[in-house]
Structures are given as C-alpha cells and as structure tokens.
C-alpha cells in the first residue's frame, strides 16, 4: 500500500479541479494554516472528513514498564483528529444492521 506524497497530492487535485498546481498548493498551505489557527482556540472541522479537537488530559498515575515504579503522569493538553462518519463509511464501507 503506496501513500501519495505532497506533489502527487498537488497534481491529482490540479487535474481533477483544472487550477494550477501552484494555486493548489497556495489552498492546501491557506487551509493548514487554518486549521492550526483553529485547532488552538479549540476545534476545527472539515465537513465529511473529520475535526481535529484539542483536549485536556487529567494528571494519573502511571508505571514505569522497565522497573514497575508508579510515577506521576501530569496533566497536559493533546490534539486529536475525529474522523467524520462519512469518511468512515466511504474507507470501510457502511456497517451490517443487526
């Protein structure tokens, strides 16, 4: 399973949208920058693909595997992606109902 890199990217949007490969990557580099605005002040969506949340994580106990020693794990802020239900069931395909 081959993953498509940045240019491949670029030019499979170009020639399915008819802009330039530049202009793509103006968007693509317009929408990160976006993304990462928002995902700060907390949430951002793109609609039929996901969010990315920023979460809060309590501090806990954890153990260190090497030794066994419980050690304090303090709290810290995370950044998730929440894949959207449509991308889901276009990737996996749409769920048997029981």
């Given amino acids: 399973m081959a993953k498509m890199t940045q240019t491949q990217?670029?030019?499979?949007?170009?020639?399915k949208t008819g802009i330039s490969k530049k202009q793509v990557k103006d968007f693509m580099t317009a929408?990160?920058?976006l993304a990462y605005r928002e995902a700060k002040k907390g949430e951002f969506?793109?609609?039929g693909l996901g969010k990315l949340v920023k979460q809060k994580r309590?501090?806990?106990l954890g153990r260190?595997?090497?030794t066994g020693e419980e050690?304090?794990?303090p709290a810290k802020t995370v950044l998730k992606f929440r894949v959207a239900k449509a991308a889901k069931d276009a990737v996996l395909g749409?769920?048997?109902?029981?």
């Fill in 9 to 15: 990217i670029f030019a499979e949007m170009s020639s």
């Fill in 31 to 33: 929408l990160t920058d």
């Fill in 45 to 47: 969506a793109i609609p």
């Fill in 58 to 60: 309590k501090a806990r």
């Fill in 64 to 66: 260190n595997p090497a």
């Fill in 71 to 73: 050690i304090k794990i």
């Fill in 94 to 98: 749409t769920p048997a109902k029981k």
